[in-house]
């Protein structure tokens, strides 16, 4: 098979990837994309990162053995933990990451505060410690760990009065404080217009348009872009039932 013609892989620990899918396909609809989520095994934020760095692996893996062109890791979690080594194992493929977007939100919020919402260990690992360190003489940065927030994107509750609670627990200490907000994890932009109503008049800044436009960059570098005039789109979960969900939120307004 002519190596363009090869799907996308877009990988994440369950839903969240989702987010981005949504960017790569704006920007790209006549690629063919194998979706992958590993639900079955989500949260990936709060285990160690050695056991996060084995499963993406492992994953991403089996997506080059169903024989495609580019790898994208749809998770700023899984990204933290595991780029660098499967770039090294696989030089010849384009392997994308997730960066928290700390970098338009110091821009935007120079001489004020930017609120890095992400999991635990991308909170804790090396990627968002680089950048924080960046960027400490234009902005201050503050972390804020929300493992409930994934759950509540993986479990496909993107509104209600129970996230809204959440949120606004959450938030409430930097509400008035803060001048923008980064959602450094793929499942919260499933939950933007809840983190909207929180933060208020705040803006947000996400990856998954950077990390799309890099895809479609590398593809172009490698003479790999498609020239069919028509996508496709496969989802699959390693938790049975779970294809439904994506294809429910991808195919959902975003907020
Ligand atoms: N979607 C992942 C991210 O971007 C994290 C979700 C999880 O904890 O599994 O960081």
């Known amino acids: 098979m002519d190596r363009r013609q090869k799907p996308i892989a877009v990988f994440d620990s369950g839903a969240g990837g989702i987010?981005?899918?949504?960017?790569?396909?704006?920007?790209?609809?006549?690629?063919?994309?194998?979706?992958?989520?590993?639900?079955?095994?989500?949260?990936?934020?709060?285990?160690?990162t050695d056991e996060v760095r084995q499963m993406t692996i492992d994953n991403i893996s089996k997506l080059v053995d169903m024989g495609i062109k580019e790898a994208v890791i749809a998770c700023n979690t899984a990204t933290s933990a595991a780029v660098r080594p499967l770039r090294a194992?696989?030089?010849?493929?384009?392997?994308?990451?997730?960066?928290?977007?700390v970098k338009p939100a110091a821009e935007f919020a120079a001489g004020g505060r930017v609120l890095v919402m992400a999991t635990a260990l991308t909170l804790r690992e090396e990627k968002l410690r680089a950048l924080t360190a960046k960027y400490a003489d234009k902005v201050q940065i503050l972390l804020l760990p929300?493992?409930?927030?994934?759950?509540f994107a993986?479990?496909?509750?993107?509104?209600?009065?129970?996230?809204?609670?959440?949120?606004?627990?959450i938030t409430s200490p930097y509400i008035g404080g803060i001048d923008a907000v980064v959602l450094g994890c793929t499942h919260f932009p499933l939950v933007k217009a809840a983190i909207k109503k929180a933060v208020g008049d705040v803006p947000l800044f996400d990856g998954g348009e950077g990390a799309a436009r890099q895809a479609m960059h590398r593809l172009e570098k490698y003479g790999l872009l498609t020239d069919a005039e028509e996508g496709s789109i496969s989802f699959l979960s390693s938790l049975k039932g779970k294809e439904?969900?994506?294809?429910?939120?991808?195919y959902s307004e975003p907020g």
């Open 19 to 48: 987010s981005v899918l949504r960017e790569l396909v704006r920007l790209m609809p006549n690629e063919s994309y194998i979706y992958f989520g590993d639900s079955l095994n989500a949260p990936y934020g709060t285990r160690p």
């Open 89 to 101: 194992m696989y030089p010849d493929m384009p392997v994308i990451g997730l960066e928290p977007a």
């Open 146 to 151: 929300c493992p409930e927030l994934v759950e």
């Open 154 to 169: 993986e479990n496909g509750i993107t509104e209600g009065d129970e996230l809204d609670s959440y949120l606004s627990e």
């Open 244 to 250: 439904e969900l994506y294809r429910k939120l991808f």
